[in-house]
C-alpha cells in the first residue's frame, strides 16, 4: 500500500475520531459509513484552497500536547550517493504506479482528446492550439521558462534562480541532465511586476518555446496562468502560496507547490485558540503587503475571524504599498491599536522593516504575540539582521529547513548543498540560494526524472501525469512534512507544516510541539472575484 493510502487512512480515522467526539446522535461515528458522512459534512463546510479548520484545531491541540502519530523518521543517508539512491526508488514506486495507469488506458490521451491521469485528473487536448507539440522544448537542452524578480524592492528573490541554476549544474554534469539532455534555466526578470511577467511569458512562448514554466509571485503568476493554460504548457510548482494554484480542473496544467496561505491563516488561528484560551477572544492586526499575495492572507484571516468570533474579536489589517522603503507609519498605526496578537503578511525586505519596526514601536517585549509568515523564515535575511527585536517572533513555518539552521548541521542532504553552494563561489547563509538550489530544483528535477521513465519518455503530457500523481519525501522539508499530490482529489503539495518559535540566541527557529500535517484535506480552490469558490 502507498504511503499516499496510508496517510489518506490515517486522516479519515482522524476525522471519524473527530465526528465522535464532538457529539451527536447516539448512533454518530459507530459505523464506517457514518463516519465518512462525518467527514463530507465537514468538508462541504471548509474553505476552500485550505486545510479543514476543525481537524487543524485537533491536530494543533494535540502537536502542543506531543500526541498523535509518531513522526517520520527521516532518511539515513550519509552522502549524496545514498541520497541519490533513497531518491530513485521513491521515484520507481511513482514511476511503477503511474506506468501501471498507462499500460492499462486510464491514464494518457485517450481516443475522445483527453489527457487522463490520477485521481480523477483530466485535461481537453481539444483546446489546445493547433501547432502545440509534446516534446516541444526538448533539443540540445531541456528549456525551462523561469520568469522572476531580479531587479526592484524584492530583487533578492531572484537568488532562487541562481541556487537553481547551481543544482541543475550539478545533475548535468553527474547525470548527463534528463534522458541524456541537459536542462537549461531561461531566467528572466520581471521585476515582481505582473504586466513584465505578461512579456517575458510571451516572448519565451515565441522564441525559447520552453518545455514547461515556473513563476515566482502570486500577482504574477496570476497574470499568466491563464495563458500557459490555454497553451497546454506545463506550469509547474510555482513560488507562491495563493489558494489559486489548487485548481487542477480549470487550470490543469498549474500545479501548486508550498503551503497555501489560506492553510497558513487556519493554522495561525488554531494556534491562539489553542494557546490564548485565557484571553480569548482576542484583537488580531496585520501589516499586509498590498497586493494579491498580501490579499490571500487577508481574505484567510478575514473568513477565519469571521467564522470564528469566540476566538478572534476583531481583525484589522493594515496595508503596505510593496515598493514603500519603509513601514514605519503602518506599524505604528498597528502599535497604537495594541493588538493581542500581531501578523505581518507581506514579503522580501518588508519582513524585515516589520520585525525592527515592531521592536521600535513597543510591540516586542510586551503581551503582543507575534507571528512572521511562512515566506520569511530565513533567520540570515529577515531575523538576526533584527537583533533582540527578533526574539520570541513564532511562525507557521511551511516544514522547509534552513540550510545555515545549526539545528540541521548533521543533515547530510543540508552539508551536500552547502558544499555546492560554496564551490560554486555563491554565500551558503543566503537561504534563497539553498531555497533555489535544495526546494524548487530538486522537486522539478525528480518529476522530470520521472516522466523520462514513463511510456513514451519525456514529454508535456508525461510531465503532467507525473506531477498530478507525485508522492516523494522531500530533503529539504522537516521530517513528517508530506509531500504529494492525487489529481483532482487532492492538489495541494504541502499541508502541514511546524510551529517554530525562534531564538536569538542560537540564531534558529526552534520547534515547538509536534509537526502538523493535514495531507489531503484542502478541497480545490477555482478563483475568481477575489475568492475561492
Given amino acids: 500500500m502507498t504511503q499516499r493510502w496510508l496517510r489518506l487512512l490515517s486522516l479519515l480515522s482522524a476525522f471519524a475520531l473527530l465526528a465522535a467526539a464532538c457529539g451527536g446522535g447516539d448512533d454518530e461515528g459507530d459505523t464506517a459509513t457514518d463516519g465518512e458522512e462525518s467527514v463530507e459534512a465537514s468538508e462541504s463546510e471548509q474553505e476552500a484552497g485550505a ?50 495507469g498507462i499500460e492499462s488506458g486510464d491514464y494518457g ?8 491521469g490520477p485521481g480523477g485528473f483530466e485535461a481537453d487536448m481539444s483546446a489546445c492550439p493547433a501547432d502545440w507539440a509534446d516534446t516541444e522544448g526538448i ?22 534562480g541562481i541556487g537553481w541554476e547551481v543544482y541543475l549544474d550539478y545533475v548535468n554534469e553527474a547525470h548527463g ?8 534555466l531561461l531566467r528572466r526578470d520581471d521585476g515582481y511586476v505582473a504586466t513584465q511577467t505578461i512579456e517575458v511569458v510571451d516572448e519565451l512562448l515565441q522564441t525559447e518555446k520552453p518545455l514547461f514554466f ?88 478575514e473568513a477565519y475571524a469571521e467564522e470564528n468570533p469566540d476566538v478572534i474579536a476583531e481583525f484589522n489589517p493594515i496595508r503596505h504599498d510593496p515598493a514603500a522603503p519603509t513601514v514605519t507609519n503602518e506599524m505604528t498605526t498597528i502599535a497604537a491599536s495594541d493588538p493581542d496578537v500581531f501578523i505581518s503578511m507581506t514579503a522580501g525586505n518588508p519582513c524585515l522593516l516589520a520585525v525592527q519596526e515592531a521592536g521600535n514601536s513597543g510591540l516586542v517585549g510586551g503581551d503582543t504575540v507575534l507571528f512572521a509568515p511562512s515566506v520569511c523564515k530565513d533567520p540570515n535575511a529577515y531575523m538576526i539582521p533584527a537583533g533582540e527585536a527578533a526574539e520570541g517572533w513564532l511562525i507557521v513555518g511551511g516544514g522547509q529547513k534552513i540550510n545555515t539552521d545549526p539545528q540541521y548541521a548533521d543533515d547530510a542532504y543540508i552539508k551536500w548543498a552547502n558544499e555546492k553552494l560554496e564551490e560554486a563561489g555563491l554565500d551558503k547563509t543566503v537561504g534563497l540560494y539553498f531555497t533555489g538550489f535544495g526546494f524548487f530544483a530538486w522537486q522539478t528535477v525528480e518529476v522530470m526524472r520521472i516522466a523520462n521513465e514513463l511510456p513514451g519518455g519525456l514529454s508535456r503530457t ?69 475568492g475561492c469558490s
Fill in 214 to 301: 515556473h513563476t515566482l509571485g502570486s500577482p504574477n503568476t496570476l497574470a499568466v496562468y491563464d495563458t500557459l493554460n490555454a497553451n497546454c504548457i506545463p506550469h509547474l510548482f510555482v513560488a507562491t502560496g495563493h489558494p489559486a494554484w489548487g485548481d487542477p480542473v480549470n487550470h490543469p496544467w498549474t500545479t501548486s507547490n508550498q503551503m497555501s496561505y489560506a492553510t497558513e491563516a487556519i493554522l495561525w488561528g488554531a494556534w491562539i485558540k489553542e494557546n490564548m484560551a485565557d484571553r480569548l477572544p482576542v484583537k488580531v492586526s496585520g501589516l499586509v503587503m498590498d497586493n494579491d499575495f498580501g490579499l490571500a492572507y487577508e481574505q484567510g484571516m
Fill in 462 to 530: 508525461n510531465l503532467i501525469i507525473a506531477s498530478r500523481g507525485l508522492d516523494l519525501e522531500h530533503p529539504a522539508l522537516i521530517d513528517g512534512i508530506s509531500f504529494s499530490v492525487n489529481g483532482n482529489e487532492d492538489s495541494y503539495f504541502i499541508e502541514g507544516s511546524d510551529f517554530s518559535r525562534y531564538d536569538a540566541a542560537t540564531e534558529s527557529w526552534l520547534q515547538e510541539g509536534r509537526i502538523v500535517d493535514l495531507n489531503g484535506s484542502s478541497p480545490n480552490c477555482a478563483w475568481g472575484d477575489g
Fill in 139 to 160: 533539443g540540445d537542452t531541456i528549456k525551462v521558462g523561469h520568469p522572476g524578480v531580479q531587479s526592484g524592492n524584492l530583487a533578492a528573490y531572484g537568488n532562487m
Fill in 177 to 184: 541532465g534528463v534522458g541524456g539532455v541537459p536542462i537549461e
Fill in 51 to 100: 486545510v479543514d479548520e476543525e481537524a487543524a484545531d485537533e491536530a494543533v491541540a494535540e502537536a502542543a500536547a506531543g500526541e498523535g502519530e509518531e513522526e517520520a523518521a527521516g532518511s539515513e543517508a550519509a552522502n549524496i550517493e545514498e541520497l541519490e539512491a533513497e531518491w530513485a526508488a521513491n521515484r520507481q514506486a511513482v514511476i511503477d504506479d503511474l506506468t501501471a
Fill in 109 to 116: 490521451i485517450g481516443d475522445d482528446n483527453v489527457l487522463r
